[in-house]
């Protein structure tokens, strides 16, 4: 039985040929095979809990302009307002064909007084979102735990100059991985959003980087205790809600867990805003991750330009998309990961049907960037051009100065020897830069 | 015998009282002790040779605006500019006391044709400036190599497609690196300016990694040979001229030395420009690399916050200076670091003395910032607060889940059992600022 | 009898030789004589209701933080909780010896369900303050209306679609204009934080321009009607919580005012912070609106440099604030208006001492602006190079070419005949900054 | 007869099926109607002389990578090189079949050692290319004065400290309107890029906007003198080379051009790079010249998003350009304005053939977004989106409020009595967003 929020709601429909007024997909078709596999598969569709459903439209200067019925001021009983909005959510989950879905504890079950209330809530609603899960076959991507909403948090999570705020994190990262687990999880992410400091004046940065190394290492052998077979994710940030946030970008992250003896056991979790807010592009930030050999996962969203602070929205730009996947296509695309919307709407959009039109229009979108990014690959063009303009390293004089059997002293005497004096070639990015736009 | 280029001038003498179109130090007093060391050893100041001496005022939009006797349109016989040049910047070195300077093979040799004949001019002029040292008692606080205003390294020197370009550049810093312990160097730098991408498009990022990574460690290998005693350090900045440069920052710097085996042999030298184009404080530069452990030197001048390029101004803001050495001092001060003037004129600072009043100014923003951050450290008020603010880890329970003797499950059951439930506590931000303010 | 919030307080003294822990002023002495004028009469700080009494501590990923007896959690009869605030609020006030304080209408009155109502709340709450006016002898700034939280204006107040919003814009700032006229508030301010778009896809830029020129032409023929013999102020932001606000900084509101015929009319109130949002220094807004006539107010903040939304930091960089004094000084002073506060704690400071230090700390600030400010412009040699620097337009050719006596033709033959080849002088840029710092 | 210089070079086709490497337009038919008029009579190509032609491919930190035969190393004889540049010039324009160029004086003349010197050059090779011009067609969009280059110009042009600057300045002016004129340039532009500051401390800014405001007058003067028939249009940018630029973008402009009795005279010509400099999107800066009645033409480009500084790459985003090209058609399209290439090839793009595809590409996009955006006002779903959003103002009282009719009392009481309380409706951002996507 439908709660009626969308009104008379169904599954919403491929119809390229749709009015604009008309929910159906005109891009994003799961069955239709790129690359040899389902789009489905390859998109690996997931909505979050907490921007349409949680979040009520405030922003730092004005308060709520959403008007939903499981929110405080239209519904008293916090549980039944969490399973009201289980009911929604899984509806517009259905409704939009999206495989996965994916929460922070704090999304999904009411808070409580103390710890043991807050773990009997999670694990109330995580009973029923196992029934629902049952019954409608979508899955949970990734679970994860909000350590930073709670004024206990203020001053960080792990990184908290308090160690029993530490305790009370580690603790509740620990329920939240048994409820990960239990539904059946793709990965467990971490979002350090106060990991990091609002002054270094007050700040020992060097104690706080212990902290976390040592809490990330619990994580990561609770994980292989518990035989979770997911990926752990964290998702890097440079800055918002804090002013400097130690997991500040995919490099930096990659410098964490190397510190700390977790590169191999640890990925990311990419989101487009969070690489616009460290002065990275999205594929940029991808494209390092697959270098690295820690790529994971992605939270589509997009970042005004022209604001400096996470304005998570819709993505809405088939070229930037497109470079996206092709870096994600180029490392192999997804394993355990896959594209996450955390995107939301702008406040003054407060129709239920706004929803669903914004997460239609996403999906299309990255449809798009999905098969433009395909077909560049497998014509080749760029490809092929990268592979030539370093085709001088295949020759045996240059693979030697690279596997570490030439010296300086070596080289230069070659170069002295040889009269070497290299002329520069083009490197022709105009003319790559528009065949990305054959395809786009 | 004078140049006369800077007219009359001799050694510019600390005089507080000095009027204002007097040459005189107000603050930098080199033999005065500040925590128990000569303000001269604190410092470590260094001038560098390519701003003040081979920069011509040009800028994007327009052409040279100074006029020196040795550059081209001058002086026609390119060696005898060099030497020239150098005359006046031993003066200059001389008038302002500073201990140390700083160059780019390029900025001192005359270009030549081929590697062997910039080798040979750069022989030529390190035994010239040999003999000012030894009069002069001036030493080198660093050299480095110009990898990145020739054409020939327009797309990478170690990071180039073009293993040729590896190779010439490999050699002329075999021949830096040899001029810099012939010149008794107490550091050898690398800037990597052109060690990045212009568009992931045409760009091989895994392989430009390596490239990067056996390169340095050739210059490792090769300190080690000669027994330079020196430190190596890499100069990290995000951006300009490469679209994006792979030592972004110190923590990517880090991650980059780790992986490639290298984090104890090679530390950072952080410029403040770079660290504010990397949208990151000078100071929070400072306090990762030594939190880090690779924390070398500094050079110090200061970017426009409104200007999204690297400008290169003096120093002149006395509360940054003083965040910057405060990091430092808690650091245990520079090694074989110390302070370079990485800074230059604006391009309508046309005269000589305009060179002689900016390094003098910069100069006394730094004795000012010593001062006050070493007397912040003795009073210890932050400290002593940040100390406090940390003492719950002191007790055995955090030291246990600190040190690893604790897992997610055991915390979880603690908090569980003891109802564990933290209430904040003032960081007191705004008190812990004011209280820099009683030193500035 | 005291609320006891701030615990056993009175009137802060001021006390150079103050210790870390005690509040005094070390530098602000408001009957020192600074250029003629005491500093109370120069500075005419103020203190604003919003941050310090009605912000919880919130951010984008958090909630409130600050414990405060007035807080709906805590009190349950809004208007008690109302006069409970504005009781504490005075307190403050007058232990810091501020003359001035600030606010909007939603800060001071309860919400209520309608207009009428909200403008019955409104009145009990002036009379109410005027009772503490009367008492205190303090005196309001200036008083504004927020257009901006409730979820009514969430498309704009002057610049909503609707007509209706427009309409009930307009009522509350009658309302509010009447109260600030009632309390004998010497200015009336406007900010705009909604009126502009979140996407120039749904908005009418012209018609939107003509509503809030219709908007402010009826606030100004209102300021008339009712002999308020204050000055109206704008104050300008680029963005935030809008994408893109009308009132984008000095120039553009300039160009507004004009082009509605309000330039002799309205005047702006300048904040710190959106100067640098807005890509400005603080100084450049300064010196722009004093060059075109418009100079009214300031708002004292401070922005993190790194971070790219508002944060309405406490000021605490003297050679900042002191730059922005010389420009105040030099433009004749404050009139009607002064150095109002707009600062928050940071969400971590939660303790009431800490409201008190974070001012203290930044009136403190700004007398040390003030004072190197005035003796600045006293000493005289900025001013005196930059007449000099001036100086050729002097003579009767170039006064000529100003008064508009020449025409291109006419200096176009004056020029070949008398073949003018202009030598370009030196600007002195880093001597003039290095002078600043003889004041700091 | 050819120079040579691109190979065996015609006009490049039309072609939609044409592979990578082949010179040829899939999108650009000049003779395709739009909206009832030809393409090329809508877009109104220009390419410009500087980026292409003169620019070594320097940048901050190397040097020239361009190696052309005009350049003064391959080519002594001044006048020679700047015939055979335009030789060459002339042959890529022919070949792009744009049916416009533009140029600075300085990039088609050499440079004088003289004023007199410099007009005589300039005559030459005005007459040089009035025959180029009437052979092939080609048209001048418009001509404009280099007053930034030159050292004589390093503190301004018209805003100067000394006179005899703002005298060789506007000398030089005359000369190119006359040039201009001469070759029937259908706009003549300033760009103020050495208007501004780069230092308050020595700079009186109410001066220098008297100087900028004469001489912008007596350039109106001269065109209506001349009978010059094109538009004087000024080009605004908030920074770089100079720190701050008076013509700091749209909005400024608008209010020195009002202040000094110029916004019926002077309209703007907008650059992409400049406009997002200025923390603006494209599409911004023209809606807004449009809604102030100053839109005159575009200078097509765009800046890197993660770079600071003005980067000129050709644009290669079809949703921005369509969005651009929404606006001006929603204006009206240009009226004597065009599209002006302002952009440069990246200087590792070495080889000729790059000069033509990255224009051929930019083109294409031009012609996409032209297309789509003609598309979108014909089918018009967002202008009637717009129209109903707004449509509450077409009632009487409404009409009433904005015509002056109704003061703040009538509303304030007519809310009162008709207890107004306007509920928000939905802006329904993200549908309209994702309606542009239909087209692009």
Request: glycine letters at 8%.
């Amino acid at each position: 039985m439908s709660t009626g929020f969308f009104g008379d709601i169904s599954k919403i429909p491929f119809d390229p040929e749709a009015g604009p007024e008309t929910l159906a997909f005109r891009h994003y078709n799961p069955d239709e095979i790129v690359m040899g596999k389902r789009m489905e598969d390859h998109l690996r569709f997931a909505v979050c809990w907490w921007h349409s459903f949680v979040w009520p439209g405030g922003d730092p200067f004005g308060g709520q302009t959403f008007d939903r019925p499981w929110f405080a001021d239209r519904c008293s009983d916090p549980m039944e307002a969490a399973k009201l909005k289980a009911d929604v959510a899984f509806e517009m989950f259905t409704a939009l064909g999206a495989p996965f879905y994916t929460f922070h504890d704090a999304d999904i079950r009411p808070e409580g007084e103390s710890f043991a209330e807050n773990t009997k809530n999670l694990q109330t609603i995580v009973d029923f979102l196992q029934a629902k899960q049952d019954k409608t076959g979508l899955k949970l991507l990734w679970g994860t735990a909000n350590l930073f909403s709670h004024r206990r948090y203020m001053s960080g999570a792990a990184t908290n100059p308090d160690p029993d705020v530490f305790a009370f994190a580690a603790a509740t990262v620990k329920t939240c991985m048994d409820a990960t687990h239990k539904l059946g999880g793709a990965n467990y992410v971490l979002w350090g959003g106060r990991e990091g400091y609002e002054t270094l004046l007050n700040t020992d940065l060097k104690r706080e980087d212990q902290q976390l190394g040592r809490f990330l290492n619990m994580v990561v052998e609770y994980k292989h205790k518990i035989g979770f077979p997911g990926a752990i994710l964290i998702e890097p940030k440079p800055q918002e809600p804090t002013k400097h946030q130690y997991d500040h970008d995919v490099a930096t992250v990659y410098g964490f867990l190397k510190r700390h003896g977790l590169e191999n056991e640890v990925k990311v979790n990419i989101e487009q805003g969070h690489a616009i807010l460290a002065g990275h592009s999205f594929e940029h930030e991808i494209a390092t991750a697959a270098a690295l050999g820690i790529f994971g996962s992605v939270d589509m969203n997009r970042n005004d330009y022209q604001s400096g602070w996470d304005t998570d929205q819709f993505p809405n730009d088939v070229p930037e998309v497109t470079r996206a996947y092709y870096e994600i296509l180029k490392a192999g695309g997804f394993e355990s990961g896959g594209t996450n919307f955390d995107a939301k709407l702008r406040r003054q959009s407060l129709d239920p049907h706004d929803l669903l039109f914004s997460h239609v229009g996403g999906m299309d979108i990255c449809a798009r960037g999905l098969k433009a990014a395909a077909t560049m690959l497998e014509e080749g063009l760029l490809t092929e051009f990268v592979s030539r303009r370093y085709s001088g390293w295949e020759h045996d004089e240059p693979k030697a100065m690279l596997s570490g059997e030439r010296t300086l002293e070596d080289i230069a005497a070659r170069v002295d020897a040889e009269d070497i004096n290299p002329e520069p070639r083009s490197g022709r990015q105009e003319w790559a830069e528009n065949i990305v736009n054959r395809y786009v």
